[in-house]
């Protein structure tokens, strides 16, 4: 039995499984590996704009501390449950040992619609949240970071919170958070660009030329937004875009510039224009060069899989192809290039560590100097997946996996059973 439960929950375990099966662990060892160190269940209540006090719940997932502190971003989100965190926590474990980066992983948030939130609200729910956190987290244990439904700001208020408890200012609590508090320039922009830098070294495995190469971007928020931006940048035409109010498809290349503006106002696609529209589960599925779910988990699933028409899936979300799909997706070996999700997406949680180091030496580096040092990091993870799938002739979903798992497992055995 366990509490852990849910669709998001049932696939990051089954993924599990394919890898604990490839890597023969012994099943006395596999929930050691699987199940989560630590989990914390709170209440937020807060006192709306009306007078009425509103509760919500609060989530926060430790899945492992071999490595160092738990690392992970935090969702505000209407759906979010324990079962969508634990998975989220265990899939950031994998994703920081690919990396090499000293830490364990780590999911929380708040089951609550952000946008349903007058500022005053939201900053009441932050503050709330981070202060029930306060015994389980510190810049030496957990150290929290935006996600989906959060930002820059909210992160401010984590560390204020935070800091009014210790009676000093701590900017290593948290990572994302603005310039001025110790943010680290690069940042807002790290996962988008990582994406970019390794579709562009996939490009070059596959031989496309960028310069009139074709990619569709699913999902339009921060991750999404500067993935687009980024690959154009690199020359690629973006041909369709989407979130969940509005899909557009134009194979002459999309008005980037024209779609920031109006999302800058509005906040969303929709109403953007009545040009291009499209059925936003079609877009997933029309012909392009690069294909980018940037949005939420299980969009690529048994039912649509066979009906993309990609050469390059780059997963810049967490979770977006189910198992089912990877079963379909895998026959295409040769002519499909899947950059998987703990590859894909990690260029967040790199530059939120070089964020945490700047923070505990007091010592800031210049953005040329962040994107540098990412880029090499990305490099070095490509190169160890790529090189793991051809020697053991793996898709590079299960090579990443594996690298992961193998290095936790190893840290975990070293240090051994405790007491």
Known sequence: MTIYTGPVFDMARRQFAVIADHLGIPERERDWLLLPKRSMTVSCP??????????????????????????????????????????????MSWKCALAGLPYGGAKGGVAVDPNALSRRELEGVSRRYMQEMIPFVGPQIDVMAPDMGTNEQVMAWFMDTYSMYRGSAVPEIVTGKPVELGGTLGRREATGRGVAFLVARAMERMKIAPRGATAIVQGYGNVGSVTARAMSGRGLRIIGIGDHTAAYYDPKGLDLDAIDRHVAKSGVLGGYSAQGLIEPDLLLTMPCDVLAPCAVERVITHANADKIKCRILAEGANGPTTPGADLILDQRKGELFIIPDILCNAGGVIVSYFEWVQDLQQYYWGESEVTDKLNLALDRAFAAVEARAARDNLSNRTAAMAIGVEKVRKAMQLRGLFP
């Open 46 to 91: 807060v006192r709306r704009d009306d007078g009425e006090v509103s509760v919500f719940e609060g989530y926060r997932v430790q899945h492992h501390l071999a490595l160092g502190p738990t690392k992970g971003g935090t969702r505000f989100s209407a759906s979010l449950d324990i079962g969508e965190t634990a998975a989220l926590a265990m899939w």
